[in-house]
Structures are given as structure tokens and as C-alpha cells.
């Protein structure tokens, strides 16, 4: 490859890496207004254990969760009570979570540089090059969101309950359902399956912005059991 073509692929490959680098930093960064979400252990109704009486008043939905930054992994249990929410189910460690978040969006930002070096050089090995790169991203994607909710069950196997997130429910912004499961940041890292998870996510995902244990404004998705419990809940954060 001649020098002219090594400074077109590095400057391609800088501007994606630094374009989803900001993207994934912005995403991760976010400081919430209303300060950090009660971390603590979660009730036996909330954990969903067997005869577990629910509070009085309270409204509770059973859910799934997206691998969004709100880090939830996997059946869970979303609680509102009065003027708070809770949130009990499966956690990834946040260190593991955003290392998967990076590599992935690392890799997917580096095919397009590749796919030049392919167009300058017609040459099929800069192609298998990028088909390389974006499997291997696709492929830990896939790992991770298929090992987190395992991961999260060892809390439950341990304890017998999870982990609770609570926030107010005026803390919550930005409701949504269906699409707006990925606002945030995480569209752009998972753009190769977006679309084929927003027609999952039709009339089902509930997602939403609030607070974190570490202090941050995160998106919250939940993906319902059906599309009247989605709306409920959306009313009830509303």
C-alpha cells in the first residue's frame, strides 16, 4: 500500500474511533441532576420469591431487561410504590459492562477503515479484513448478552434475593415505548441489530432515563410481557 493510501485508512479509522469514542464516553459520563440511585438488597417480593406478599398500593410488572447502561441483566422485577421505583434483578459488575461496551464499539468502528483499505487496494484480503473485525465484534456482543444474566444469578444463589436500584419517580425522564429503548449512545454500538430488536421492541419496551448507584443518568429498558403492562408502566413512571 502506497503512503497516500495508509493516511486515508488512518485518518478514516481515527475519525470513526474517535466519533464512536465520544459517543461511548458521553454514554457512560452522564451525571444525573437528582444525584445516585439507593443500591441495596432487594425484598422477597421484589427478588420474586414464592408467597412473597406485595406492599400495599404498589404496582409491579415482571420484565426483561435489555443490555442497556443501566446494567440490568435478565428477569426483573420493577416495583412502583408512591413516589419511588425499584428495580430488582440480575447486575453486571459496571467494569466488565463497560469494557464489553468499548471493545465491541472499538471493533465495529475499525470495518470502515478496513473497507477502505479494500476500495484503495482491491484487494479481497483488506475485505475479509473487515468481515473479520465486524464477526469478532458481533460475536462478543452475542457472548456477553447471553453470559450476563447467568452472572447475575449467582447474587440469587447466594442470598435467596438480588439487588435492588431505587429512584424517585420524578427522577425519571425521557419515557418511552417501543424504539427509544436504545437513546443514549448504545444505538450507535449496536447499530448492526438495532433494527431487528426495535421490531421486538414494538409495543413492549419500556425505557426510560434515570439515576444509577454511581451517581449517573442512565437508560433504563425493560422489555414487557405484553403490551398492556407496557403502557401501565409507562403511566406509572409518567
Known sequence: MQPIQWIVVSVVALAFVGAMGWNVSRMFG?????????L??????????VGAEAPADAVAFDAFAYRVPARLAGRVRI???GGSVSIAGPRVPAALYQ???????????LVPAALVGALLRWDARWLLLALGVFVAG???SALGAGLW??????????????????????????????EGWADGGIDLVLLPVKRGIDALAAGRAVSFFAPDDAGREVRYALHMTNEADATALAVALR
Open 30 to 38: 452522564r451525571r444525573a441532576d437528582a444525584g445516585p440511585a439507593v
Open 40 to 49: 441495596r438488597e432487594a425484598s422477597a417480593f421484589e427478588s420474586a420469591r
Open 79 to 81: 416495583v412502583v410504590d
Open 149 to 178: 444474566p447467568g452472572l447475575g444469578e449467582v447474587a440469587f444463589i447466594e442470598r435467596g434475593r438480588f439487588q435492588a436500584v431505587e429512584f424517585a419517580v420524578g427522577d425519571v425522564r425521557a419515557v418511552k415505548v417501543g
Open 138 to 140: 458481533q460475536a462478543i
Open 99 to 109: 469494557a464489553w461496551i468499548w471493545l465491541q464499539a472499538l471493533l465495529l468502528s
